[in-house]
């Protein structure tokens, strides 16, 4: 829409995850080498933690793009709201394994075989459960079961547990202390400081455009990084939309005015917070005011 006005060859702001596009901040960067690390080293569970858009898919979906898929065997659940008796019949299921009318003991043995054979192959098998924090608290305890098959030095099945913050704060609960104590390597993604965020937005125009082109006046960046806060998809949003509405005045480069509009309108979308309620005392407090005031 706007690719031609600001010479564009392609869409710089995708909110989908696009690894393509992938910025490595110093926590990014961070969790990619846990991944990496725990898988290489057949660590058993992992866990990525952040906040709703700062890259969480991303990164995930840039690890596997540069893995060897002859060397490696991916699962990926994204539906993680389910029982342990569904999560191992749709894991069962991805890998090929024919279901029975059978147990979760001999569903689980069956899978234990397939992986055996899978690690006789020097292929290794990795289970990657998105939006974990979602997870039945029980599921996630038996989850646990997954990684009794090892070696004497090596995890047979890598677990890449990665959510919310709620979802480390789940796995502290006294129930899941097994789990938790199993989890040899955690990483977490924290929002983008301010010079990451201009760092950012500069790094997709480049990535979008052969010539470079001043797209946003450097005040307009500062406002859209600080109304995101370090949410990545929120840059990407306001930036999208500042595109858009400066097109329309045919404003090239995007300025400041642009950027403020972009941030009312978004401002103007959310849901107003529920009034305070007065307390007791201010209510009685006012009540007394007013028989006085009838009184003089």
Same mark, same amino acid.
């Given at each position: 829409?706007?690719?031609d006005?600001?010479?564009?060859e392609?869409?710089?702001?995708?909110?989908?995850p696009?690894?393509?596009?992938l910025?490595?901040?110093?926590?990014h960067?961070?969790?990619?080498?846990?991944i990496?690390?725990?898988?290489?080293?057949?660590?058993?569970?992992?866990?990525?933690?952040?906040e709703?858009?700062?890259?969480k898919?991303?990164?995930?979906?840039?690890y596997?793009k540069?893995?060897?898929p002859?060397k490696?065997?991916?699962?990926?659940?994204?539906? &993680?709201?389910? &029982?342990f008796?569904?999560?191992?019949?749709?894991?069962l299921l991805?890998?090929g394994i024919?279901?029975?009318? =059978?147990?979760?003991s001999?569903?689980?043995n069956?899978l234990?075989?397939?992986i055996?054979? =899978?690690?006789n192959?020097?292929?290794c098998?990795?289970?990657?459960?998105? =939006?974990?924090?979602?997870? *039945?608290?029980?599921?996630l305890?038996?989850?646990r079961?997954?990684?009794?098959? =090892?070696?004497?030095e090596?995890?047979?099945?890598?677990?890449?547990?990665?959510g919310q913050?709620?979802?480390?704060?789940?796995? %502290?609960?006294?129930?899941?202390?097994?789990?938790?104590?199993?989890?040899?390597?955690?990483?977490?993604?924290?929002p983008?400081t301010?010079? %990451?965020?201009?760092?950012?937005?500069l790094?997709?125009?480049?990535?979008?455009?052969?010539?470079?082109?001043?797209?946003f006046?450097?005040?307009?960046?500062?406002?859209?990084?600080?109304?995101?806060?370090?949410?990545?998809?929120?840059i990407?949003?306001l930036?999208?939309?500042?595109l858009?509405?400066?097109?329309g005045?045919?404003?090239?480069?995007?300025?400041?005015?642009?950027?403020?509009?972009?941030?009312?309108?978004?401002n103007r979308?959310k *849901?107003e917070?529920?009034?305070k309620?007065? &307390?007791?005392?201010?209510?009685a407090f006012?009540?007394?005011?007013?028989?006085?005031?009838?009184? &003089?």
């Amino acid at each position: 829409m706007y690719l031609d006005f600001y010479k564009l060859e392609k869409n710089p702001f995708h909110i989908t995850p696009d690894p393509e596009f992938l910025f490595l901040s110093a926590s990014h960067r961070e969790a990619i080498s846990s991944i990496i690390y725990g898988i290489e080293e057949r660590k058993g569970f992992i866990c990525i933690t952040g906040e709703v858009g700062v890259g969480k898919t991303t990164i995930l979906r840039s690890y596997l793009k540069q893995i060897d898929p002859k060397k490696f065997k991916v699962i990926y659940i994204f539906n &993680s709201a389910v &029982s342990f008796t569904q999560l191992l019949k749709q894991i069962l299921l991805e890998l090929g394994i024919p279901l029975k009318d =059978e147990d979760d003991s001999d569903r689980i043995n069956r899978l234990f075989y397939f992986i055996v054979k =899978e690690f006789n192959k020097k292929r290794c098998v990795i289970f990657i459960i998105d =939006e974990a924090q979602n997870m *039945p608290n029980d599921t996630l305890e038996r989850l646990r079961l997954l990684s009794n098959l =090892e070696t004497a030095e090596d995890k047979l099945l890598q677990i890449i547990l990665v959510g919310q913050p709620e979802l480390q704060k789940k796995l %502290e609960l006294p129930e899941l202390r097994q789990l938790e104590q199993r989890i040899a390597v955690h990483g977490r993604i924290n929002p983008l400081t301010h010079d %990451e965020g201009i760092a950012y937005i500069l790094h997709r125009l480049m990535k979008s455009s052969s010539v470079y082109s001043p797209v946003f006046t450097l005040d307009a960046m500062n406002i859209i990084v600080e109304e995101a806060q370090g949410i990545p998809r929120v840059i990407n949003i306001l930036c999208d939309n500042a595109l858009v509405t400066g097109m329309g005045y045919q404003r090239n480069p995007v300025d400041t005015e642009i950027a403020l509009e972009v941030v009312r309108d978004m401002n103007r979308n959310k *849901p107003e917070p529920p009034p305070k309620k007065a &307390s007791g005392f201010r209510d009685a407090f006012k009540f007394l005011v007013s028989l006085l005031k009838g009184t &003089s």
